[in-house]
């Protein structure tokens, strides 16, 4: 499984950006899906999961993120609106099925004041 990642770029704060991830090498079963970021100098957190229907934000997002599960195309999405410069970072997508874990190549988002 191969995931592409797209939507990524420079947008001034309070704007909006759509993520896009492509899931390609299938057929797999997805047991849950998430989007991460990683800010420089910061580790790697999770901003929103999907999992049996369960979804999770980050407190940081909340009320500002959408994530949406995969389509029929193979692709899932994060909406990002109301965007703040500490949203600046590099943002992931992440697929599990069953036992495996498969990550995207990252996507920059910088968020200017």
């Known amino acids: 499984v191969q995931l592409q990642a797209y939507g990524g770029g420079l947008v001034q704060a309070g704007g909006s950006l759509r993520l896009s991830c492509v899931a390609s090498g299938g057929p797999f079963r997805i047991t849950a899906i998430g989007w991460f970021r990683q800010a420089p100098g910061k580790q790697r957190e999770l901003v929103a999961a999907n999992s049996g229907g369960t979804t999770t934000y980050a407190e940081s997002v909340k009320g500002r993120f959408a994530i949406s599960g995969v389509n029929a195309n193979n692709t899932m999405y994060l909406q990002m609106n109301s965007l703040k410069p500490e949203d600046t970072a590099v943002y992931y997508c992440?697929?599990?099925?069953?036992?495996?874990?498969?990550w995207g190549q990252g996507t920059q988002v910088t968020v200017s004041s």
């Open positions: 992440n697929l599990r099925s069953g036992w495996a874990n498969y």
